[in-house]
């Protein structure tokens, strides 16, 4: 008996098929494999929860149906790459990955439409990851004392209003207000970058279709007004002060904050849950860091595309989805 193929050889073969963003030109000799190859060893590696080449390499070499089908795809020209060469473009697939998710963000919008019933806007925030190992306490931090090799030493330190004082990372997300929730474009830092800092790169990814973008007061800030004037979209945001706010506009913002919450809120949630991100992240330093969290926002978006094409739900049953992949 032939074995069907599997969800995951669908997912890595549906790369192929997802539009590649404008990207620099690197110096030197042209690469010997191609981008997309790594990006679809990215995407065998958070389906199968692993987080080093090492690993990758081990799952490919067992001896089954679906791993030959998986090593198949990721050989070009009938070479597969050696291990040093899979360590060091995987090292380098962060780079290039807000540039495609904003662009496979972009194809999905005009894909799904989400917008069809109005509205047009996008909704901005962070969600904090906590560091693997262990947090490094401000006191040796700052004497440069790392009381254990644990700790990465590459996160930072922020203060949320819902988890406290939190040691990690922040994962910067826009995505659709909307029946179905897209991320359109990612950034992740240390968590002691402020939002407003990767906002206009985050907004620089949108959709020409996306009108109003919606933030929380950390993106009420004159920069990011100024980049949204330039771009013809309107930016409301939380003021600071006192509450109840009393000026003109508050119960417009009121409405349009609610609509922010239940957006990015309720989407950082599921993927949270998807990706199992509610702990610490599997992952040591900024690089790896970024490759997995990235990776998951496109992998997100893969599956959307994935579901859209085979007229299945697009909000309910995703996680089970990639746990069956």
């Given at each position: ?114 917008w069809a019933g109005g509205g047009h806007a996008i909704a901005i925030d962070s969600t904090v990851l906590h560091a693997r190992g262990g947090v490094w306490h401000k006191q040796h ?185």
């Open positions: 008996m032939v074995p069907q193929i599997s969800l995951l050889v669908l997912l890595v073969e549906l790369i192929n098929a997802v539009p590649n963003p404008p990207l620099a030109q690197r110096r030197g000799r042209p690469p010997t494999y191609p981008d997309r190859l790594f990006l679809k060893a990215l995407v065998v590696m958070l389906v199968r929860n692993v987080s080093t080449v090492s690993g990758l390499i081990a799952i490919l070499e067992q001896p089954t149906w679906e791993m030959h089908a998986l090593r198949m795809r990721l050989t070009d020209q009938g070479r597969f790459p050696s291990r040093r060469t899979w360590e060091r473009r995987q090292a380098q697939v962060p780079d290039t990955l807000p540039a495609r998710i904003g662009c496979l963000g972009r194809y999905l919008v005009g894909l799904i439409d989400p931090r700052d004497a440069g004392v790392v009381p254990h090799t644990a700790i990465d030493t590459e996160a930072g330190w922020t203060k949320s209003g819902w988890h406290g004082w939190v040691y990690g990372w922040k994962l910067h997300l826009a995505t659709t207000v909307a029946a179905v929730w897209i991320p359109l474009a990612a950034e992740l830092t240390p968590a002691n970058t402020a939002d407003n800092e990767p906002a206009p790169r985050l907004l620089d990814e949108l959709p020409t279709e996306a009108r109003f973008v919606l933030g929380d007061t950390h993106y009420n800030d004159p920069a990011v007004r100024d980049h949204c004037t330039s771009t013809g979209r309107f930016l409301v945001a939380t003021r600071r002060g006192p509450y109840p706010h009393t000026d003109d506009g508050v119960e417009v913002r009121r409405v349009f904050h609610k609509l922010r919450s239940l957006a990015i809120e309720n989407f950082n949630g599921q993927f949270k849950g998807i990706f199992d991100a509610y702990g610490s992240v599997p992952t040591r330093g900024l690089v790896r860091t970024q490759r997995f969290a990235l990776g998951a926002v496109f992998l997100y978006q893969l599956t959307l595309l994935y579901r859209f094409e085979h007229h299945q739900d697009l909000r309910v049953g995703l996680k089970a989805f990639l746990k069956a992949a």
